[in-house]
């Protein structure tokens, strides 16, 4: 039994006294306007129950009724714990790591969004599209572990939404993710527009820190293996895994190179969709 659940089943002390108290004072209140108004007293002198509705509350404010309940895993109405809820099978969680261009504030990160298949253990199996400035200290707060961060999807290559990985991916390694790092990205009018070029180059930038970190165990984890696929591909396959698929699209983005994702979960029957930055109909 949960926590929550067994403060549902179990009377709460406070809320009783406080429910009594509420009783008396209506009873104080209605008596005295039984004095003043004639036919009042019957209403005040009756045995109406004061309570929520909804159900008993778990941490304060309104619960939702026991018939509403988004998925099973949602055990406190009031607020997501990361890392206290086991999602469950063929349940998807899509969360919000950021989501503006510019200016980056303190409370908005660049644009990323992981999308969590749950399986019933403690680590779901992830993916995430973009990655931009700021998203992975609300991965990390988010409890997703460093090591596992792996299948990013970047829509297009505007710096917001990308930023985080030439920073995330050499600590990744160091952290324990020995494992290569699975981009995927749409290729560019020219091969120098492209996600090999953008990712070979990132490496370049960062061969100080690589060869820095390389005095410590990193394993394979310094390693990216890239697909990049044709932008101009209408609904082209670009992961197709353990009953996962992810297709691509092009995208109206100001220049050629720009992808939408689907990202499609046969045994769930369950999709996501990530237009980058257009429209929906577009
Ligand atoms: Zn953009």
Same mark, same amino acid.
């Given at each position: 039994m949960t926590q929550d659940e067994t403060n549902q089943n179990k009377p709460a002390g406070n809320d009783q006294g406080r429910r009594n108290f509420l009783k008396g004072s209506a009873a104080a209140v209605g008596a005295g306007l039984a004095a003043s108004v004639p036919g009042m007293a019957s209403a005040a002198d009756s045995d109406c129950e004061m309570k929520n509705p909804y159900g008993a509350r778990p941490g304060g404010g309104i619960s939702l009724p026991d018939?509403?309940?988004?998925?099973?895993?949602?055990?406190?109405?009031n607020v997501f714990m990361p890392g206290?809820?086991?999602? +469950?099978?063929?349940e998807m969680r899509i969360s919000f790591l950021g989501s503006t261009? $510019?200016?980056?504030?303190r409370l908005q990160s660049g644009t990323s969004i992981l999308v969590e298949l749950g399986n019933g253990e403690s680590q779901p199996r992830r993916f995430f599209f973009d990655l931009g400035n700021g998203s992975i200290s609300n991965a990390i707060a988010m409890q997703v572990p460093a090591p596992l961060i792996n299948d990013i999807f970047i829509?297009?290559?505007?710096?917001?939404?990308?930023?985080d990985l030439p920073y995330m991916y050499p600590f990744r390694a160091f952290s324990g993710g020995y494992t290569p790092l699975r981009v995927y990205g749409p290729s560019g009018r020219?091969?120098?527009?492209?996600m090999k070029h953008m990712i070979k180059h990132m490496r370049e930038m960062n061969r100080w820190h690589e060869e820095n970190f390389n005095?410590? +165990?990193i394993g394979d984890g310094m390693e990216i293996e890239v697909t990049e696929?044709? $932008?101009?591909?209408?609904?082209?396959?670009?992961y197709d895994k353990d009953g996962v698929k992810v297709r691509h699209w092009p995208r109206s983005h100001v220049k050629d190179g720009a992808s939408a994702y689907r990202l499609d979960w046969e045994d769930a029957g369950l999709s996501f969709v990530w237009t980058g930055e257009c429209r929906p109909d577009e």
């Open positions: 018939y509403y309940k988004p998925w099973p895993a949602i055990k406190n109405r206290t809820e086991i999602l +469950p099978k063929n261009p $510019w200016p980056p504030t829509s297009h290559l505007h710096s917001d939404h990308f930023a020219t091969p120098e527009l492209g005095a410590c +165990p696929f044709d $932008w101009k591909e209408e609904n082209g396959i670009c």
